[in-house]
């Protein structure tokens, strides 16, 4: 199985919204994300699942997501421990539920880094640090900890799609 870990691209300024899950991404977020998920596309990138955060701005990069690598939008599933303070162990109890073998994941700094931590076997915190419209992948057999095999900033995977 493969997992890839993206996090939200950018987003309007915390200020200006009363709750933080409601703050969604800039235009300049949705150009970035859209052009990091066509990097996705060209290494080759197909999930069977999508999963997000509830918050608005990941919501919305899972939806740019699934409409670059050609996944149903209806499909995406939220997953509360994806929230920028979730468990990471809750994340990974839910991923091991899925038989599918590429999942990609849309959440938060600094969950994201933690569940990746997690996911290859570190304690103690995080390794670390995705930035906006990165992504990460890693590789698990039959349970955790698994692999980590690339991580890729923004600017790298809009590169790859050009």
């Not at 990091?36 to 699942?49: C, M, N, Q």
């Not at 509830?54 to 740019?64: F, G, H, K, N, V």
């Not at 690598?69 to 109890?93: R, S, T």
């Not at 999942?103 to 880094?113: E, K, Q, R, T």
């Amino acid at each position: 199985m493969r997992i890839y870990l993206f996090r939200h691209g950018i987003a309007a300024d915390p200020g200006v919204f009363s709750k933080d899950s409601d703050r969604p991404l800039t235009e300049e977020g949705m150009k970035k994300t859209r052009q990091a998920a066509e990097g996705l596309k060209t290494l080759g990138i197909r999930p069977g699942a999508f999963f997000s955060s509830p918050y608005l701005r990941a919501r919305q990069t899972a939806e740019i997501a699934a409409a670059v690598l050609d996944f149903p939008k209806k499909k995406i599933l939220e997953l509360a421990p994806l929230m920028p303070h979730g468990e990471p162990e809750d994340v990974l109890a839910e991923l091991s539920k899925t038989s599918e073998e590429e999942i990609l994941c849309a959440g938060h700094a600094p969950n994201l880094d933690r569940v990746l931590a997690r996911a290859v076997g570190k304690t103690g915190g995080s390794f670390t640090e995705l930035k906006k419209a990165g992504c990460a992948c890693i590789e698990k057999e039959k349970s955790f900890p698994g692999r980590l095999l690339w991580l890729l900033e923004a600017g790298t995977l809009r590169e790859l799609a050009r």
